[in-house]
């Protein structure tokens, strides 16, 4: 039974390489397209005003009824706390979402296209009680929201 | 990456697809310390996220480590159909990757 336990080998190894070059194959390709790239100054500014500058490049932030920040008044576990942005407002190139008193205030930044509604829901950590922030840029201008949160174990031990 | 790390649910209503995506991620901040050594845990979270629906780029998102431990997104998607495909990709801070796709249900 020689020639079929070679042919099996051959084959066996035929399959490896045909994996390996597939990985490789979709490595070199994997840019397919461009990524808004990922703000760090933003993220790591430690004050909420910080991370809107780097974040936006401007603290001229009007507040708007149109955005509601959906959350529990309380949250019992600050690990996980359920947050939704709803923006009433056209042509939303970006949403953000903020926690006041977090170390780093930055969650998250939404860059939704066409098709994708002015709606996201994200969990979030909160270290303690807080104001959560969300700033929606549509058509060129900065709106913002806040709601409190009372948080009862705090979500960064 | 066999292991599910990632979990979609793409579901058509009313003209508008609801997803949920799950992913399965420590979202380290870096800022906690080890009990037992007193030395600092590395940062290791997720600063990437993007969907694309039919391969055509739908939304981009930035993590930071305020974002919960095994991070949960919920967008609403107009001009889906069942069967079209959604692909979600991550990156984190160490450079490392990963990709799921799923069909609108």
């Known amino acids: ?157 | 990456m066999s292991k599910k790390n990632i979990k979609i649910r793409a579901r058509l209503k009313n003209g508008v697809t609801n997803v949920k995506t799950l992913i399965s991620h420590p979202m380290e901040t870096g800022l906690r310390k080890d009990k037992k050594s007193g030395r600092t845990i590395p940062a290791h979270f997720i600063q990437e996220v993007n969907c694309l629906h039919n391969g055509e780029l739908k939304l981009s998102t930035e993590l930071g480590i305020s974002v919960s431990r095994n991070p949960y997104l919920q967008f609403e998607l107009e001009g889906g159909a069942k069967g079209d495909t959604l692909e979600l990709t991550w990156r984190d801070n160490w450079g490392k990757t990963d990709t799921a796709t799923a069909q609108i249900k």
């Open chain 1, 1 to 157: 039974m020689t020639p079929n336990t070679k042919r099996r080998d051959f084959l066996k190894v035929a399959l490896i390489m045909g994996l390996a070059g597939s990985t490789f194959a979709t490595g070199l390709f994997a840019p397919r397209y461009v990524l808004a790239g990922w703000n760090r100054k933003a993220f790591e500014s430690k004050h909420v005003n910080d991370a809107l500058k780097n974040g936006f490049g401007s603290l001229d932030i009007v507040m708007s009824d149109n955005i509601n920040i959906e959350a529990p008044d309380i949250a019992a576990n600050g690990a996980i706390v359920p947050v939704s942005v709803v923006a009433k407002l056209s042509a939303v190139e970006a949403i953000a979402l903020l926690s006041e008193k977090n170390p780093r205030p930055l969650g998250a930044i939404f860059h939704p296209r066409a098709g994708i509604r002015p709606k996201m829901s994200v969990r979030i950590k909160m270290g303690q009680s807080g104001d959560v922030i969300a700033i929606v840029k549509s058509e060129g201008k900065l709106y913002m929201a806040r709601r409190s949160i009372k948080v009862t174990a705090g979500g960064c031990a």
